[in-house]
């Protein structure tokens, strides 16, 4: 079992910066997949951003040049920095952790094994 605990959401302006942070427990090992997603009302819970097992780390086009993810190995600790942060990234944002197949991360949401609770991101113009 994997826990994960979010945190770091809240209220900005338009332009304004916030930083998640996922604290992962549990029976968690190197390489292990890790990603952010957010979803809003009425619609499908969408990838933001993950570091594969390889390191790299995709993003979501519309947050490209915006939003930098990273992980803490000794704190087993994903983080999100999100800058110039726009209305339409308002949504709840989750960590997502799963073992990935044998050459790396799944993209999908619904293949994700272990979520945290979500942290509310609203961002105001």
């Known amino acids: 079992q994997v826990q994960l605990v979010e945190s770091g959401g809240g209220s900005v302006q338009a332009g304004g910066s916030l930083t998640l942070s996922c604290a992962a427990s549990?029976?968690?090992?190197?390489?292990?997949?890790m990603g952010w997603f957010r979803q809003v009302p009425g619609k499908e819970r969408e990838g933001v951003a993950r570091?594969?097992?390889?390191?790299?780390?995709p993003y979501a086009d519309s947050v490209q040049g915006r939003f930098t993810v990273s992980k803490d190995d000794a704190k087993n600790t994903l983080y999100l920095q999100m800058n110039n942060l726009k209305p339409e990234d308002t949504a709840t944002y989750y960590c997502?952790?799963?073992?990935?197949?044998?050459?790396?991360?799944?993209?999908?949401?619904?293949?994700?094994?272990?979520w945290g609770q979500g942290t509310q991101v609203t961002v105001s113009s």
């Open positions: 997502a952790a799963d073992p990935g197949w044998y050459g790396g991360c799944w993209i999908a949401a619904k293949n994700y094994k272990y």
């Open positions: 549990g029976n968690i090992y190197s390489p292990y997949c």
């Open positions: 570091i594969e097992k390889d390191g790299s780390t």
